[in-house]
């Protein structure tokens, strides 16, 4: 069975995309939209991807900055996807 891997995202109408190493972030009208990727940095480098990777790391966030919303505020207005936050 192949597992599905997000390495890539083409969403033209999310507005301007800046790709960084694992992140795919789209702006438009003072709202960003970031889209955690399967691929995997190390030493400044993209060296490949791990299915589900993203949806790990960004359900992890989703969930610490839920638990800390009351200690400090911060920049998670929802998590529509598991690999989608909008910020």
């Known amino acids: 069975m192949d597992d ?3 390495e ?11 790709e ?7 702006t438009k009208n003072g709202q960003r939209i970031i889209i955690v990727t ?3 940095s190390a030493f400044d480098r993209v060296v490949g991807c791990i299915p ?5 790391l960004n359900e ?6 839920d638990k800390t919303k009351d200690i ?4 998670l207005i929802s998590v529509p996807d598991p690999n989608v936050m909008v910020v």
């Open 4 to 6: 599905f891997i997000l």
């Open 8 to 18: 890539k995202t083409d969403f033209p109408g999310l507005g301007e995309k800046y």
């Open 60 to 65: 992890m966030a989703a969930f610490w900055f």
């Open 38 to 40: 399967d691929r995997i």
């Open 20 to 26: 960084g190493k694992v992140r795919d972030n789209y």
């Open 52 to 56: 589900s990777k993203g949806q790990v």
């Open 72 to 75: 400090v505020k911060n920049h």
